[in-house]
């Protein structure tokens, strides 16, 4: 019985995280395709957008999109909004943070995920699958080929790791003529 809630909890992260990223391609659209379409008509949504990212399999229909907290404009931080976030939210600000967003078919997520620097790759906050299964995103990228790696590890009740299911691509920096202005 346990091994099928187990079994049961990969799928489950599977349809959550990763579907939309390994998501089949019935509409004949490529996420290249959908990439480019939205490029053309200024719909990258919302700041991060400093580099589109896609998956090693061609007939994936979904892209993502992330941006580094060092590459956020300067001044950011220094306007009176930023002053008025409680200040642990300051404090998380002031890190090095990656903001990544996904396009399953060209709509972007809902927002942002943000994952926070850990040496030399970029996770984020654990969190419940269910009752008994706590995961989180990892994001790695060799920076000098764009190679990159996006996980959902599987972690075991005291929070050491059990196992991931992961995606690779290449990402390329997106023209800066088109990059969403802050």
Request: aromatic share 10%; hydrophobic share 40%.
């Amino acid at each position: 019985m346990r091994i099928l809630k187990i079994n049961t909890g990969l799928l489950a992260i599977l349809l959550t995280f990763l579907l939309p990223l390994r998501a089949q391609n019935h509409s004949g659209l490529t996420a290249r395709e959908y990439y480019e379409e939205l490029l053309a008509v200024g719909g990258l949504a919302h700041a991060a957008g400093d580099f589109a990212c896609f998956q090693d399999d061609p007939k994936v229909d979904s892209f993502f999109i992330l941006r580094e907290s060092n590459d956020l404009p300067d001044g950011k931080f220094a306007d009176a909004s930023f002053n008025q976030l409680p200040e642990a939210a300051q404090e998380g600000m002031k890190k090095d943070f990656l903001m990544v967003r996904g396009y399953p078919k060209g709509i972007p997520w809902r927002a942002e995920e943000v994952l926070e620097k850990v040496e030399d790759s970029w996770t984020s906050d654990q969190r419940m699958l269910d009752d008994r299964t706590p995961i989180r995103i990892r994001f790695s990228i060799n920076w000098q080929t764009l190679q990159y790696k996006y996980a959902v590890e599987v972690l075991n009740m005291d929070s050491t790791f059990r196992g991931e299911i992961a995606s690779f691509g290449r990402c390329e920096e997106v023209p800066a003529g088109r990059r969403h202005k802050n």
